[in-house]
């Protein structure tokens, strides 16, 4: 019955060699009607939980996967599936994207530091 849905199931691992520990982890249900194209179509997404371990966003998934009449296990992809009526669901356990923004504008702005410095520096030579 799972090879129906593989068309739903990346067969690469979301989480990457050395991902954070702790309390970083969040469950995202993914949506799709069984009749899109998951290569053409976004899933609605929604965050189930965020803020968890690990091994708490994973009893999740499998917890809110259960609640459907089909439902399974994508080894490869590392996620829990579930089908009912019309929809086919992912649930997704995957390290919160918080701090990026910061670290992304503090490269900015040392970038932009730097710039500064070198005109700085060659009109100083003149």
């Known amino acids: 019955m799972i090879h129906l849905h593989d068309r739903f199931l ?13 309390r970083v982890f969040s ?9 899109d194209d998951p290569r053409k179509t976004k899933p609605e997404e929604l965050a189930l939980a965020t803020n968890r371990t690990a091994a708490d966003a994973a009893d999740l998934a499998r917890d809110a996967a259960a609640e459907y009449s089909t439902y399974g296990f994508h080894k490869p992809s590392g996620a829990w599936w579930a089908a009912d009526g019309g ?37 100083r030579k003149k």
């Open 10 to 22: 990346s067969s690469r691992t979301r989480t990457r060699t050395g991902a954070p520990l702790g």
């Open 87 to 123: 929809f086919f669901h992912r649930f997704q356990v995957a390290p919160d994207r918080r701090g990026r923004p910061i670290l992304v504008g503090l490269g900015v702005t040392a970038l932009g530091l730097a710039a500064i410095g070198a005109v700085l520096r060659s009109t």
């Open 27 to 35: 469950v995202i249900r993914q949506t799709w009607r069984l009749t």
